[in-house]
């Protein structure tokens, strides 16, 4: 159908919040005629399939695809649709994180789709990663150490349902973050910003953002603009583990990057290596291992904010 609007539910997603808030949207549409179709997601990784299958099956009448659920399920939409930039992504948050509304600019929660594609359509940068065979986009951060070693605890987490069922979402992080704190060994990281290296020892974590937010909330990369063409590192190390739970209770205010121990860099290339391999977490999702390059594509990809 030309110029439908397809969205795109994962409704397991915020312990089916998503369903619900999908229901509330499709009763809008059929009150209102809006011309749509909608999809399902059935296994983890079919957002992405799905997204790449109606840009290319739509070609150039796809205008706008809205993905409904978490980070999770925005990050395979993005990816789904990299190679098609003329699509407008729409996006409506149910999942238990949600640092993609904060970090582009979805300030309020609308419950009217219908004023939401009144929005501003605007163009951010894609972030991108490459490490081993994978080469793929991301919409948040790429997070190696002990950040990739809490999130993939938080998904892994039995709690997890309870505490969204709860809507208690930060919870999960928090409860995660502490687990890890106890485990977690530093170690020696290299990272190359553009070409210049440097070599930092006993390192927590090194995480590149392309805007502020990750983990529900936290502000770990408070000068970072999701449209400005560079990316944001930030390396933390030679912290004890009681001033990295301090270091935590400064990140929601973006009060951290005050510490010594908390270094910045700006770049539009950014290399992250272990001494031994360390695991990677792309948008909150455990991915891999390091090495892991990270670059991003100024201003190609369109959003309603
Ligand atoms: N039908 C499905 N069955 C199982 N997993 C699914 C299904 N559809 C999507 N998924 C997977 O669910 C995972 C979590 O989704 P998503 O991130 O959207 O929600 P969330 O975890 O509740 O929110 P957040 O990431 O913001 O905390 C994604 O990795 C996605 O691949």
Do not use: C
Not at 100 to 120: A, C, N, P, V
Not at 226 to 253: Q, W
Request: hydrophobic share 40%; no cysteine.
């Amino acid at each position: 159908m030309k110029n439908s609007i397809y969205f795109i539910i994962n409704p397991l997603a915020g312990n089916g919040r998503s369903l619900r808030v999908w229901k509330k949207v499709k009763a809008e549409l059929e009150l209102k005629s809006i011309d749509y179709r909608s999809f399902l997601t059935d296994y983890s990784g079919h957002a992405e399939i799905l997204a790449r299958q109606i840009a290319t099956i739509q070609d150039y009448h796809l205008k706008t695809v809205i993905g409904i659920g978490g980070d999770g399920t925005i990050h395979e939409i993005v990816n789904g649709l990299s190679e098609f930039n003329h699509v407008q992504i729409g996006f409506i948050p149910a999942g238990s994180g949600n640092d993609f509304k904060r970090g582009y600019g979805h300030s309020r929660e609308d419950s009217s789709i219908f004023l939401r594609l009144k929005r501003q359509v605007k163009s951010f940068d894609l972030g991108q990663y490459q490490t081993g065979q994978m080469n793929r986009s991301f919409v948040n951060s790429i997070g190696a150490g002990f950040d990739a070693y809490v999130a993939k605890l938080s998904n892994e987490m039995e709690v997890k349902k309870l505490l969204n069922k709860l809507r208690a979402g930060s919870l999960i992080y928090i409860t995660a973050l502490l687990k890890g704190l106890m485990n977690y060994q530093p170690s020696t990281v290299t990272v190359t910003v553009d070409d210049t290296v440097h070599v930092f020892e006993n390192v927590w974590l090194a995480a590149v953002s392309n805007h502020p937010f990750y983990g529900g909330g936290m502000k770990i990369s408070p000068a970072a603009k999701p449209d400005d063409g560079v990316l944001d590192l930030i390396v933390v190390h030679d912290l004890s583990r009681l001033k990295l739970l301090l270091l935590f209770g400064l990140v929601f205010a973006g009060k951290h990057t005050r510490l010594k121990e908390v270094h910045t860099f700006t770049g539009k290339e950014i290399k992250i290596a272990g001494a031994a391999p360390l695991m990677i977490h792309a948008d909150g999702e455990y991915i891999g291992e390091t090495p892991v390059t990270v670059t991003l594509r100024p201003k190609s990809i369109k959003y309603y904010t």
